[in-house]
């Protein structure tokens, strides 16, 4: 796993054959909100699953600073119940300058746990704004985690975030306001339409679901893992499962090229980049004419 | 592309003093390291368990308790237990002098104490890690 977050261009033969070896586990994404209680929540559900027995591997994403590259990785104080249980395997990413709520290699990590026997991989992204939905891009479920008291009906019909959940999580349920964050929600699924695939009786195969929990009490908890497992069956059994299976498919193709030309491109173009700077700078040259020039004679195979 | 250096930092046993391990904490984000934080009063074996699953360069344990010298010789043992004695492990806190040579014997392989200015933390673990080459 710290080979793949290392990112070199040797591992990739064989980060292939972990790919083609996993397939077997459940993906859970968790996102929300900074402060939202994600990663609390996370330590609950490791809780509920672990009491069938299931394994459990979480990827605990936290951001990196965009000025020293470093990042305080501290989603394993709220965990802290799980270290001593072999069944739960628990790892901490940074983003090293990924934007969408994922750390660059956290595919690859989830991969490894997948291919290494754990049942449930949950990743719990990075806490996100109005726009990093990648992590439906990587999920099997996608949980969205909102906190009371953050933002009214309006918030609730904008596009973004809380369009990519299939299950919905209103946190820190012991507080008065969060009926209104409930009904809010439920409101905004109620208004919109249904995108969910249907079946041969036209009726969508997954109806989004608002789970109210309080980590404090332990209410919910219970029923959103249920929730979770009702959702997983569907994918597992239905056409909303294959459908998903080819999107995530399909993402993780252009994702891993992608960051492969980026470092090429970095790799090919480091020695240039500065000289070209100075002059877009001083606005003797133009972005647009200066990348012209970087992509022209850019090896993109080797 | 080379990976940053990644750093746990742990408070072992009844120290509920974090003030300082926060301040290091930052120190080392800001010289670019990924640094894991595990909170209050963890026991060692959390502790390594967590460094051996975060497979991290650096295990930092800070201790201002007086503890130190049943908590880390306990560390060391279930180190070399978990096949992870290429962790380099490095105390920070509050430590007699009379105490520096027998943890270092232990293993430790440094001490930075109270005194101790935050650039000499960071050029000490980059300097350590450098030390013990690529894993």
């Not at chain 1, 600073?65 to 940074?94: E, K, N, Q, W």
């Not at chain 1, 049942?119 to 009371?148: F, M, N």
């Not at chain 2, 105390?91 to 014997?105: A, I, Y």
Request: charged letters at 25%; hydrophobic letters at 40%; proline letters at 4%.
């Amino acid at each position: 796993m710290s080979r793949a977050e290392a990112g070199s261009e040797e591992v990739r033969p064989a980060l292939g054959e972990v790919y083609k070896a996993a397939g077997h586990a459940h993906i859970l994404g968790l996102t929300g909100v900074p402060g939202s209680g994600k990663s609390t929540m996370v330590s609950k559900l490791v809780q509920a699953v672990r009491k069938d027995g299931r394994k459990v591997g979480v990827i605990a994403i936290d951001p990196s600073s965009p000025f020293s590259g470093g990042a305080i990785l501290g989603d394993r104080i709220r965990m802290s119940t799980h270290t001593m249980d072999d069944g739960v395997y628990i790892r901490s990413m940074a983003t090293r300058g990924s934007t969408g709520g994922l750390a660059r290699s956290a595919l690859a990590a989830v991969d490894i746990l997948d291919a290494a026997g754990f049942d449930l991989v949950i990743i719990e992204t990075v806490g996100v704004g109005q726009d990093e939905v990648e992590i439906a891009r990587a999920s099997h479920t996608t949980v969205v985690v909102s906190a009371p008291g953050l933002g009214d009906d309006v918030q609730a019909i904008k596009a973004g975030i809380l369009e990519i959940a299939d299950i919905h999580v209103v946190s820190k349920c012991d507080r008065p306001d969060s009926n209104r964050t409930i009904t809010d929600l439920k409101t905004m699924l109620a208004m919109g339409i249904n995108v969910s695939i249907k079946n041969n009786e036209d009726k969508p195969l997954w109806q989004v679901p608002v789970v109210g929990t309080s980590s404090e009490s332990g209410e919910g908890i219970d029923q959103l893992l249920a929730t979770i497992d009702r959702h997983r069956d569907a994918h597992r059994t239905t056409a909303l499962g294959t459908e998903r299976l080819r999107r995530i498919a399909e993402y993780r193709t252009f994702k891993t090229a992608e960051d492969l030309l980026r470092s090429r491109f970095f790799v090919s173009t480091s020695d240039r980049v500065s000289a070209l700077v100075d002059r877009i700078s001083r606005r003797e040259l133009d972005p647009f004419a200066a990348s012209d020039e970087l992509m022209s004679d850019l090896a993109l195979y080797r | 592309m080379s990976s940053p250096i990644r750093v746990l930092l742990a408070k072992v046993g009844l120290d509920g003093h974090d003030r300082g391990v926060k301040v290091v904490a930052r120190t080392l984000r800001d010289a670019g390291m990924d640094v894991i934080y595990t909170g209050l009063h963890r026991t060692p074996e959390e502790v390594v368990h967590s460094a051996v699953q975060e497979d991290v360069d650096v295990l930092g344990i800070s201790l201002l308790s007086g503890a130190h010298m049943t908590i880390c010789p306990r560390i060391m043992d279930l180190l070399r237990e978990q096949d992870a004695e290429d962790t380099i492990v490095v105390v920070g806190g509050v430590v007699p002098d009379d105490d520096v040579e027998p943890l270092k014997k232990m293993g430790v392989k440094d001490l930075l104490l109270q005194d101790t200015p935050p650039n000499q933390i960071v050029e000490t673990l980059q300097r350590l890690v450098a030390e013990r080459g690529p894993r």
